[in-house]
């Protein structure tokens, strides 16, 4: 069964910090997502991730995979405010998305 | 080009009532999936519909149920609610290529079921 894991699951940190939240996942799969989720809305994507050692950047964020090691990254350069939002992990199955449990990042000014 | 929209945005039901909930599929897609999410979890796999049939379930009981439409939108009905229905749905539309190929899902805003 896949599953995946985040942590941290809870994040607060500050404006102008940097850091990194980790997802591990079980077993080998075509594709990683990373999703935002504001409070009370859907679900945005963010970045899509196929192949081992793949590395996207948005802004203040950057995501990477490495397969081997079953292991994605998410990280924050230089936080600011609007970063403020759940952020999942997601692994595409054979028909459905599987999810880890999110990392609820707050960033104080 | 019109992204995923679900109907209603909010829905407040009893319990043991029954309700269906909406959603059009962005153009072009012919695969429609429907999460659960629970107030801070993360969504959770309902069912999924390609071409009107059900192509893979998730670990929900057969109150649950879906339809999907020959213009690729789809229902998701559940009878006999519980308080524990209550949670945010997420329905996602994808393409779906050769057989087993399954795309990127774009996901609606959501329905807000309350089950009191």
């Known amino acids: 069964e896949l599953k995946v894991e985040q942590n941290p699951l809870f994040l607060s940190m500050q404006e102008g910090k940097n850091y990194t939240i980790y997802c591990n996942y079980s077993t080998t799969s075509d594709r990683l997502y990373w999703y935002r989720q504001d409070p009370g809305k859907s679900l945005e994507s963010l970045f899509v991730?196929?192949?081992?050692?793949a590395v996207k950047q948005e802004g203040r964020l950057m995501a990477s995979l490495d397969t081997k090691a079953r292991l994605s990254t998410l990280h924050i350069t230089a936080a600011v405010h609007d970063l403020s939002a759940t952020y999942f992990c997601?692994?595409?199955?054979?028909?459905?998305?599987?999810f880890g449990q999110g990392t609820r990042l707050t960033i104080n000014p | 080009e019109t992204g995923v929209t679900q109907s209603p945005t909010h829905l407040i039901k009893t319990r043991g009532q029954q309700v269906t909930l909406r959603c059009s599929s962005q153009s072009g897609h012919n695969t429609v999936s429907w999460y659960q999410q629970a107030l801070g979890q993360g969504p959770q796999f309902i069912f999924q519909?390609?071409?009107?049939?059900?192509?893979g379930r998730g670990n929900f009981p057969p109150r649950f149920s879906g339809l999907q439409f020959p213009n690729y939108s789809s229902e998701l009905n559940v009878n006999a609610l519980e308080l524990d229905d209550s949670a945010l749905y997420l329905c996602a539309s994808s393409p779906k290529g050769r057989q087993g190929a399954t795309y990127e899902q774009y996901f609606g805003p959501g329905t807000r079921l309350t089950v009191t």
């Open positions: 997601v692994r595409q199955g054979a028909q459905k998305l599987v």
């Open positions: 519909y390609y071409r009107e049939e059900e192509n």
């Open positions: 991730l196929l192949s081992n050692g």
